[in-house]
Structures are given as C-alpha cells and as structure tokens.
C-alpha cells in the first residue's frame, strides 16, 4: 500500500533566471485524466491498473482516500495498481477532501457501488468558490437524494436508473461524475451540455473498456448505455496536455529550442495558436514536439479563457507570465474561476505593468522582469511564478513552492536540464 498521501513538505525555489533553453522534455501521464479514473475503479469490484501514472501530490492524495475505503493501492515506475475487491463504505474526511479538488468525482463511484456516500467540502486550489450544484443536479436527476450541511455532503439512493440530464454549464467534474454513475446502470443516459475536454473523452474511453457504450465523448451529447456492472479495465494515460503548456510558456517567455516528447499539437488544441501567434515555431520531429522561440514573444491582442476547445483557463497564469515581458499589450479575460489571478502582484513585484479590473487584466509587456521574492498560492499560478522567474533578470525566490508537488513531476530538475538556473530548497 501507498504510505499516505502526498504530504506538502515547505520548500522554496530559486532561480537565477535570464537563460535560453535547450534539450529535451518528456511530459508525464494526465493528472486530470488519471484522477476521475482512479475513483471510478470503485464500481468495479476487481483490479485497476493505470499505466502513465504521474507521482504526484494528487495522486498519491487519491490513493489515500481508496486506502481509506479499503482498496489496496500499489505504485511502481508508473504504474499503480487499485484492488477495490475489498472496498468497505467510510465517510470520506476532510483531511482526504481538503487535499484535492477531484475528490468530488467521487461522489459517483462511492453512490453507486456503496449506495450511499458522506464527504467533506473538497478543497483543492482556491481560484474560486468551486460550488458543486451541477454536480448535485446530475446526480439528483439519475436517482440520488442530497443534503449539504456546513461540512459534509451527503447523498444516498435507493437505486440509481437512467436519465436524460442538462447541464446548466459544462462543469468537467460534475459530467465525469454523471458519466461514472450512468455507466454502471441498466439502460440509456442522455448527458447534454456536457463538458468535452480529453479528459472527458478518455474517461468515456476507460468506462467502455469496463463494459459502458458511450457515443458523443468529446461532443456536448453524451449517450451512455450501462448493463448494471463494470468489469476491470486498463487505463493508458496520454500525455499533460497543461504540464506540456508549461513547458511551452517556458520556452516562449526565455527563449530556446526544446522537444517534448509524447506531445503533438493535438494534444496542445486550444493554446497552440497562442503561443504560435506570440512568435513560437512548432512543429513535429519524430516522436516529439520542437517548440522553438528565438524573439521576444509578441502579445496577442486579447485572450479569454473557456471550455475546450477554447483558450484554457489552467493556462491562463503561465500566459500572463510570458505576455509580461512581451512586446505590445495584451487583454486576458477570465471566465472559467472567479478568483485566478493571484499571481498579478507578484507580477507587478518582479516589474511586470499589469492593471487588473474584473475578470481581465492589462498587460503591457516590459523588456525584463527582476528577480524578487514571491509566494505560491495555487498549483498553476505557482508553475507561472516559475516562468517568470526563469526569464527575468537576478535571482527569484519562489516561496510556498509545494503547490507544484500536486501536479508536476520533477519540473525542477527537468527545467535544470533544459539549461536554467534552477534549485528546489527545502525551508
Ligand atoms: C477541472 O476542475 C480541473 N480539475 C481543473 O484543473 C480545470 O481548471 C477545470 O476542470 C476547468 O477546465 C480536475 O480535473 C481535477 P469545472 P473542475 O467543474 O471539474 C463552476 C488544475 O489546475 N462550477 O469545470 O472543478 C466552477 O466554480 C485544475 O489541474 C459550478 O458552478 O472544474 C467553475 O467556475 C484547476 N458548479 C466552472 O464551473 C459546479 O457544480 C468550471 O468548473 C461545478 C462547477
């Protein structure tokens, strides 16, 4: 078994930025599609392996929560294994929730294998309020009654049956959860207004392994059709399509050369042509992806983010990193969280003009940022904080640094082998 979840240890990253990038990345498995695939191994009541597994914080948070139900988790090179044979009801506590968002996509699994399900509040990163209505409607709609107190969730059934569900807005959490409940039963659900990132689309790819029907994954129709049990299944985990984004923004806010292997601009849809537009080559050389920037990035006029396939919202920071010290100004509008621009002052600290008003900000990209000290507050705005510091001039300290330990392997060291200036330190 997993020991415990990732426990944050108090780190701090120092960069003596300012230094092109050159060499050769691979990009690890998909957080968020190996996340609601690791609660759905709950309805089913054999062996789950996931290959392209990351190690990361999330991941080794979910494990204890499956511990927690009694399943037994093993993670080697990769590979973790879930044996869900044993799985018991528990309430699912706080200090499992609080760690991680995507421990609301398990609600479904637990409702439908255990018929019941408590859990606290999740947490996960405070870029809003991260309400979990849609989540509750959809369930609600496929046999699930609910109550909320200042904690706890709590839902049970008496049967859960299909249904013909809308969602007032494309939640990927609230759809994985719709999708994981519907599979298990008898008969046909309809999902409209679902949400069509690839996460959705290999999730629907993992459920039909287990023995689901599914058309439309990856449209805003979903069609689910559940013979009332799931099988074990394998899960190959496809490449971060973020993490890949991150190292992109690395790229174009520094400058350099660099593969990244296992990525292909498919994987990237939805904020390829951001970076291409800011002046980045990219194209295919065997297996990898070469991202070349050898300019100043040039700002795009305006950005906003929204569902795939648009510009996506966990891309947002790590933009507003680069447009900082791009040429001309740029408007990048929010409109996925109501609370994700955290990084603004630590921006403005290093130098960069950045006016904030509402759900956009105003850029006007600076020759170069100095180095500074700056905090970490959220696993995405602290992969941004790095960005910057790699560009900018001197030497940032990036303080709280253990949010990217919830989503990124070795992005310190593999940054340290791209050329920069670059080293983890424990507090
Ligand atoms: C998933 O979060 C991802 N997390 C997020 O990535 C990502 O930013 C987000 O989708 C949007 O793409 C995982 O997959 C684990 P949503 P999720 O439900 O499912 C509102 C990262 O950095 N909403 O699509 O929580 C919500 O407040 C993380 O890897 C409701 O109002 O996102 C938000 O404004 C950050 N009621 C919007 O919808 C609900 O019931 C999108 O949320 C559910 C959501």
Same mark, same amino acid.
């Given at each position: 078994n997993i020991a415990s979840p990732g426990v944050f240890i108090l780190g701090k990253i120092v960069i003596n930025g300012g230094k092109r990038l050159f060499g050769s990345v691979c990009i690890h498995g998909a957080k968020n599609a190996v996340l609601p695939v690791m609660a759905a191994s @709950?309805?089913?009541e054999g062996v789950t392996v996931i290959r392209g597994c990351p190690d990361i914080a999330d991941v080794r948070a979910m494990c204890g929560i499956l511990n927690h139900l009694h399943c037994k988790t093993d993670f080697k090179k990769g590979c973790l294994v879930i044996d869900t044979s044993m799985a018991e009801y528990e309430e699912i506590k706080a200090e499992d929730t609080?760690? @991680?968002?995507?421990?609301?996509? @398990?609600m479904g699994p637990v409702l439908t294998r255990f018929g019941k399900v408590r859990l606290a509040y999740p947490g996960g990163c405070? %870029?809003?309020?991260?309400?979990l209505d849609i989540h509750l409607h959809a369930l609600k709609c496929l046999g699930a009654s609910w109550s909320v107190s200042e904690d706890f969730i709590e839902m049970e059934t008496t049967g859960l049956h299909p249904s013909e569900i809308t969602l007032r807005f494309p939640s990927v959490g609230a759809t994985e959860n719709a999708l994981m409940a519907a599979a298990a039963q008898c008969g046909t659900t309809v999902l409209y207004n679902a949400a069509k990132e690839p996460e959705i689309e290999s999730l629907c790819a993992y459920l039909e392994k287990c023995g689901a029907v599914i058309t439309g994954?990856?449209?805003e129709c979903i069609r689910v059709r559940g013979k009332g049990v799931l099988q074990s299944a394998e899960f190959f985990a496809k490449p971060d399509r973020i993490v890949a984004g991150t190292y992109m923004a690395a790229v174009a806010a520094c400058g350099g050369s660099v593969y990244l292997q296992g990525v292909t601009p498919s994987l990237c849809r939805g904020f390829l042509d951001v970076f291409t537009g800011m002046g980045m080559d990219i194209r295919m050389e065997g297996e990898a992806m070469l991202v070349q920037m050898y300019h100043r990035p040039v700002n795009l006029h305006k950005i906003c983010t929204g569902?795939?396939?648009?510009?996506?919202t966990d891309m947002q920071s790590m933009v507003l990193s680069v447009a900082s010290v791009g040429e001309g100004t740029l408007i990048l509008k929010e409109? %996925?969280?109501?609370?994700?621009?955290?990084t603004v002052p630590w921006l403005k600290k290093m130098g960069a003009d950045i006016t904030l008003s509402g759900d956009s900000v105003l850029v006007k990209g600076v020759e170069t940022l100095k180095g500074s000290e700056v905090y970490g507050e959220d696993l995405r705005g602290t992969a941004a904080l790095i960005t910057a510091g790699l560009a900018a001039q001197e030497t940032t300290v990036i303080h709280d640094?253990?949010?990217i330990l919830r989503g990124y392997m070795d992005l310190c060291e593999n940054l340290k082998g791209l050329g920069a200036e670059i080293e983890w330190e424990n507090s």
């Open positions: @709950l309805m089913n609080k760690q @991680l968002r995507a421990s609301s996509v @398990l405070s %870029i809003g309020s991260r309400p994954a990856g449209t569902a795939y396939p648009d510009f996506p409109q %996925i969280f109501e609370n994700r621009f955290k640094a253990d949010y």
